[in-house]
């Protein structure tokens, strides 16, 4: 099986490490990937601040980069909810605003060919015993975008679950918001610090040594807020305690 | 009472304000938390909830796309049970109809059962103007009318305050607006329960003229319903001479049987009780029992306007039960207070900018009042996405677009003050569109990568303030790719 990795802007710039853990995951199952380099950002920061006009080329090019794949996988949940709730919302307003069909016809081969990375592991490829070996205790929140838009449900956990050596801890107020929210960390900061203190504070009550999401954006506010803390609990994407065996623990 | 809502400075001054005040976050996150979880508990017990909800829904939807037809059927019922019926099309106009009505009655007092209607308009300002006094008979707005304060919860109004906040208030303003306070009030709740029932009870005895919200108007029968729990309304409703409803027009329902769905809804949402303890209903006048005269003031305010958005009309179904207030992360910790109107909360930050206009400063900061963390969505029983409308409102704030404003179509203005950050966005969406200028950026910022300040000026301040800034790899992802994996994927596309 051949998937397209769309490696998403933060993690490309930000969290190469991510990508790279992806690429070793997938190819441990076996699958081909490819990197269509002419791929980009999906718009969600354009988007969730307003500024809908701004994202169309994006719509276009990621159809571009991604027309000729069945599956289009991605290590983010919220890059994952931006393709497929609201592409369908762009390319309805560009044809309501008398624009023509392109755009939407882009969003419905995007929508259902777009996995998030736990969904394409444990929905397409069934798995949910990945062969990794993280001997560490873990934490796990399961993000906004992840649990309400795409209904990740407990596959996240299901595949933690499995990991050799990973001490699971419940994360007391799980499913309350860490407070990142792209923009919103900016234009209402004193709140977000407020809810991004209050999750930090449950992190820290578990006792773990990580926290683990699905989503690198949501592990800049709470590991940048971690960090500015001094502690030592490390913000973990889980596409690298996936990809972690025991010849390689990232 | 001085309190009003004008002037309010904008959601992310205000919402700071909150979130220092560790008082009114212990009160605020203390009393959410037990009801969200109360409310989870109600709702987990109906297995056809989803049923209900989607029901709920669909009533509301259906009645909207119609309601002129369920508005003339109101009145006509209404007028035929021996009430009568004003239209009021904004505040003004139905602040002005209320005070005639209560000047023809010759009465200077009147006693109220809590209404967002009325403090959307600021009835009670415009009563005070006049010089009719209104008493609030709820006891948590008279514990706020007392304070002198605002309401910041919809059902809840005083949920900022605590016990032993609420016995000062009692003890201090009780006795200028009517019987004190007993001697040696403590702060135990049924102590305070007493004092005001003592308190409002002298009101309701001497009342003539009641003033009244409604939860749902029945438009085949004319029936006017308010759902609440302490039966002070019920004493509003059925002791005074003349009773006066103010009501907006999105409240009313098809038929007698549609309430069978909401007053299943309301309640759990709301205060996660399998059925709330007063349900009150009226139509029009019955020799011998109640009011002899009623007065039913439709108002519109920017409903209609709102009605006429596609996206943004789905805020209309709301039947005001709070329960996106109470599992809100931004409403926990910005407080009530913060949205600037009766509306507080998620459905405050989608409800206020359609029916004033987005044009204010407050208004225009509303829609970026969230997360998008879709935690109200979940829990709203008429299913409004409230995502999806706070992002049609951002749209709004800084593309502009067609709106209607007193039902008449008017192109928008991009909301000022957004030059700087538009520039950005386009930029930066340009940028993504060009992945070689992308990826010759991305070089420069990890080359550069020693330079780079740990704290940030401008905008970007606000994240370095209490958040360590990620430090930028040496490589990027397109850049390990294409040095390990070489050219596999330039056939997609590759660099513009
Ligand atoms: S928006 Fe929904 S959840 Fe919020 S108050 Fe209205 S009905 Fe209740």
Redesign the pocket.
Known sequence: MRVALFVTCINDLLHPRTGQAVVALLERLGVEVDFPDGQSCCGQPQFNTGYRHATEPLVRRFDHAFRDYEYVVTPSGSCAAMVRDNYPRIGAKAAAEGRGRELADAAALAVPKTYELTEFLVDVLKVTDVGAYYPHTVTYHPTCHGLRMLGLGDRPRRLLEQVKGLELRELPGAEECCGFGGTFAVKNAAVSAAMGADKVRNVLGTGAEAVCTVDNSCLLHIGGTLARQGSPVRPVHIAEILASTEGGVR | MSGTYLGMPDFPRAAAAATRDTRLRANLTHATHTIRDKRAKAVAELDDWAQLRAAGAAVKDRTLRHLDHYLEQLEAAVVAAGGQVHWAVDADEANRIVTRLVRETGEREVVKVKSMATQEIGLNEALAEAGIRAYETDLAELIVQLGDDLPSH?LVPAIHRNRSEIRDIFRREMGSWGRPAPEGLSDSPAELAEAARLHLREKFLSAKVGISGANFMVAETGTLVVVESEGNGRMCLTLPETLISVVGIEKVVPRWQDLEVFLQLLPR?STAERMNPYTSTWTGTTDGDGPRTFHLVLLDNGRTDTLADTVGRQALR???????LNVCPVYERAGGHAYGSPYPG??GAILTPQLRGIEGALEASLPYASSLCGA?YE????A?D?PEVLLHLRERVVEGGPVTRRGARTVLQPAKGHAAERAAMRAAAWAFDHPGVLRAGARLAARTRRLHPRRLPGPGRAWSATRELPAVPAESFRDWWQRTRGTSSERQGGAK
Not at chain 2, 318 to 324: G, H, N, T, V
Not at chain 2, 379 to 382: F, G, W
């Open positions: 919809l949402s709301c039947i005001r039960c709070s329960a996106c998620p459905i109200c829990v709203c029983p008429v409004i409230i």
